[in-house]
């Protein structure tokens, strides 16, 4: 699902990409997988940058920056 996404998201397909990255996070949380929610946390990211949601961009980079931070700690 993030492969689909960020797919998506470089075809310009904001709105499609973000469901399949916001369906791949849910999922990633679900199965406790902490790196594939990082990486759907960047790309939701990109995708409000693109929006111009600077503030939700930064929440979404800065949570998967935690997240990335905790997984090179081990």
Do not use: C, P, W
Not at 20 to 42: F, W
Not at 49 to 67: K, M, P, Q, S, T
């Amino acid at each position: 699902l993030i492969h689909i996404g960020s797919v998506l998201v470089g075809l310009g397909e904001f709105r499609e990409g973000n469901r399949h990255l916001m369906e791949a996070y849910r999922l990633m949380r679900q199965i406790n997988d902490r790196a594939g929610e990082a990486t759907s946390l960047v790309y939701l990211g990109v995708i409000a940058e693109h929006d111009r949601a600077y503030d939700e961009a930064l929440g979404y980079f800065n949570r998967g920056l935690v997240i990335q931070k905790s997984l090179s700690a081990f």
